[in-house]
């Protein structure tokens, strides 16, 4: 493998190419017209336009993509997260054209791609599930006793879903037949299958998800646990590696369901099966993720392991370089989306230009950025900007730390999660590890944000701009050694 192309954008490309360089492949970047000038697109050894900005014209095209690899002689393709990495016909149209995907393969894909599928295959591996449906809901009726015997809440989704699409909580059996239609619609609107399924509503659960690979040659290891219960719209902000939770019983335990569920399919390559784990630590199959995560960064603090970096081995056909006994975890990583949202207004999107970037640095932090000042978020992709890691030998320093990088993160001209975050792990639920999935709707109001008031930040430099002028008066008639002046420092953000 001597030329990798990297079929997305962003931060995540940047990720692939860097690991791609350590290992001495070069690499080929594909962009949309709105990306012409990121960061990413000047850093590989060649780029391709693929379009316009719409993603179903350029990053969702897969014959522009493998023409492209093509083109510029590349041998693989990296899929990176979202867009195409987890669609099972573009796995194969990659393998047919005679390309190597890095990723599993298409078979894997598509049964770990259905819900439904992916319950099947790892229930005969005994992994323990949420109670519910076996198949797509064909009979409103035979539902309906099926609900009765599980008892409400129940939980509908779509069965080729995500992101929270095609899902609906029923309380009652009166509300039942509604929700069931009002999810498939939404499910056939957004994917295209009005599959759905039910299961047992698991109220306040915690997300807890196992970091696995697997070779070719039928080895397999878990990397441990990442804590994900912090989203809102059913998506990820804030994680964690380890869990505060979990005792090395449960983690075992896990980790070999995972593996079991990676068994089931056949898989090879980096992927992540997540669990739902209640308040007794009670923990069920939720679904797999065949590709790498946006977290995969606080694993590769704890672990030491380069993930990406396996994903290309496994896509060469090398066997897995470590066993599962030479793996451990040392310290505590806790990783903060940056996403250009306004968490006063819902965390709803708040595009517009960086009119001031500046990440933080210092020991222990992490930054995986794909933009640059002066640069506009698009309205077109995720609003993700990057994503700030702190790593630190302990829980409360990892925290400690992250706080600190929050401070140092000068982002002007955009609405980000980053003062959400830095409240976040501060409270009393975050500190203590009793926190859920609830955890937005339970504890946050943004008022609790510290708000920006630019009225005073104005009146602070007056002031000091005053006192400085009074002073170097007053030195200028002293006789004695200069006084000292008071320096105040304006941080605006």
């Not at 999660?417 to 830095?422: M, S, V």
């Not at 008022?447 to 009074?470: D, F, G, Q, R």
Request: charged share 25%; proline share 5%; net charge negative.
């Amino acid at each position: 493998m001597q030329k990798i192309l990297v079929a997305n954008r962003g931060e995540i490309a940047m990720r692939v190419m860097r690991t791609a360089k350590e290992m001495g492949i070069k690499t080929v970047a594909v962009f949309s017209e709105a990306d012409r000038n990121m960061p990413f697109v000047r850093y590989a050894d060649e780029a391709v336009c693929i379009g316009p900005a719409l993603s179903s014209q350029s990053y969702l095209r897969a014959e522009k993509i493998i023409a492209a690899a093509k083109q510029t002689g590349a041998d693989a393709i990296h899929p990176g997260y979202g867009f195409l990495s987890e669609n099972a016909s573009f796995s194969k149209e990659v393998s047919d054209a005679g390309l190597i995907f890095i990723g599993p393969s298409s078979y894997s894909i598509e049964i770990m791609g259905s819900k439904i599928g992916a319950k099947q295959a790892a229930k005969k591996f005994n992994v323990p599930m949420v109670p519910g449906t076996e198949e797509p809901i064909k009979d409103i009726e035979v539902a309906r006793n099926i609900a009765n015997s599980i008892g409400y809440p129940i939980l509908v989704k779509a069965s080729a879903g995500g992101g929270g699409k095609g899902m609906r909580v029923v309380n009652n059996e009166g509300e039942f037949e509604e929700q069931i239609r009002t999810a498939k619609s939404e499910a056939l609107n957004a994917f295209g299958n009005d599959d759905v399924f039910i299961e047992k509503y698991v109220g306040a659960p915690k997300h807890i998800e196992i970091q696995l690979v697997g070779d070719q040659h039928g080895n397999y290891v878990y990397l441990f646990e990442r804590e994900c219960s912090i989203q809102r719209r059913h998506q990820k902000l804030v994680e964690e590696a380890p869990s505060s939770c979990l005792t090395p019983e449960i983690r075992k335990q896990m980790g070999e369901c995972a593996v079991a569920v990676a068994r089931s399919c056949n898989y090879y390559g980096a992927g992540t099966v997540e669990f739902l784990v209640d308040e007794n630590l009670n923990f069920y199959f939720l679904e797999m993720n065949t590709r790498l995560q946006v977290e995969h960064c606080v694993t590769e603090m704890i672990t030491g392991i380069d993930l990406v970096k396996e994903q290309i081995n496994v896509a060469r056909g090398n066997k897995l370089s470590f066993t599962q006994d030479e793996l451990k975890i040392t310290g505590h990583a806790i990783e903060l989306r940056v996403c250009a949202e306004d968490p006063y207004n819902n965390f709803l999107p708040d595009t517009g230009k960086l009119e001031m970037y500046q990440p933080p640095k210092g020991p222990g932090v992490r930054v995986d950025d794909g933009y640059e000042e002066g640069m506009d978020i698009p309205i077109f992709y995720d609003p993700m900007i990057a994503k700030l890691i702190a790593y630190a030998p302990t829980r409360e320093e990892a925290i400690h730390r992250l706080c600190r990088a929050i401070d140092e993160y000068y982002i002007k001209g955009i609405q980000t999660t980053l003062e959400f975050g830095k409240w976040a792990v501060q409270t009393e639920p975050f500190r203590s590890g009793n926190f859920d999935t609830k955890f937005i709707d339970k504890y946050f109001k943004p008022e609790y944000l510290s708000p920006k008031n630019e009225e005073a930040e104005e009146v602070v430099a007056l002031l000091s701009a005053y006192i400085w002028e009074k002073d170097k008066k007053a030195d200028a008639t002293a006789s004695g050694p200069v006084t000292a002046v008071n320096k105040w420092k304006i941080n605006r953000r």
